[in-house]
């Protein structure tokens, strides 16, 4: 299948044909903690809870495929049948998605997506709220706020349905639906409304970053929402922008992850070479290695908390293990395994478990998370922060 910007081909530890894999999935992630759409909200805790580690899955790809096959001959829904194999299977993180949904990820994960620029979240009781309003966005225009809950998608009830066959209905299929109009219907306190937006093309931004007005005059915080296309160059370019020695915070709090290649270019900014992760498909050892020429004279601060996920995970763990910086927050989730993509014959796509990364110094992160260095108490969002600058200072970041 033509496959989107999140398979990456990194060296094998052992010889022999190039495989291409899917790592740290963003979507599979989001469908879990019950949020995905726009951009994923900062300091997000996962609705599930600490996840357990779960072996590699027991279904192949060649079973899913033989029963949607099967199904297809039947008459039958070949996704539904796929989804049923998977759920069987025991695989914590394998699931089915449409073809629509696998391209709005797609699209997600390239830096830019049509849609109406809004988040979105599902709640205890299955109802669907506004997480997030990305600025200049139709949304934003018309309006609408964090905390507004959404009814209707084109008079379609969405309430109990997956929060990403919701966000698949806000986008409309990707190919002609900027410029559509799709009508939603809304609730805010007592006061329930219909709204008509129009769908834009829309760009992400991942990385953001800003001076320390507390620390030396060139000390910056770089938050990294998601590793999208191009966020590692973003971050290599930010980290080359401050003088050598004057301090770093890199705010990777409700980070769900996202391509592993931006994630060892991030690491690369802060090592010079060596490893950054092992990871294994099927028992087929590899390895991902950073390039060499990062900074590593500047002090360096790595804030996490339970919605630091996967791609952010492996970052975290990298910089931890080679005792490139200090990590402080609270355990990150726990998303650490692998997944492989097969096409289904209806076009919808089956995500697979095949086998789990792990940091420099040998340890697991699925199902463990990463235990900070420094741990903030509960979800105090700026009283971590502050306890970080604090650390910058100390480390020679600070005035």
Known sequence: MSGPCLFVQPRRVRRGAALTLVFASVLATGAAVGSWGAEPGPGREPAAGRIPAHPVGSVESDQVKAAAAAAQQDGKSASQAAREVVSRSGDRWGAVYSAREYEGFRQHLDGAYVGVGVSARQDAHGRIEVERVQPGSPARKAGLRAGDRLLTVDGTRVTGRPVTEVVARLRGHAARSAGTPVVLGLQRGGHSWRQTLRRARLATEPVTVDHLSDQKPGAVRIKVDSFTKGSGERIRRAVRSIPRGDGILLDLRGNSGGLVTEAVTAASSFLDGGLVATYDVRGDQRVLDAKPGGDTSSPLVVLVDGGTMSAAELLTGALQDRGRAVV???????????????????????????????????????????APDLTVKGDDGPTAEARARTVLGGLGGGS
């Open 328 to 370: 402080i927050g609270s355990r990150t989730f726990g998303k650490g395994s692998v997944q492989m993509p097969s096409e289904l014959p209806d076009g919808s796509v089956a995500e697979l478990t095949v086998g789990h990364y792990r940091t420099p110094a040998g340890r697991n992160v699925d199902g463990e998370g990463i």
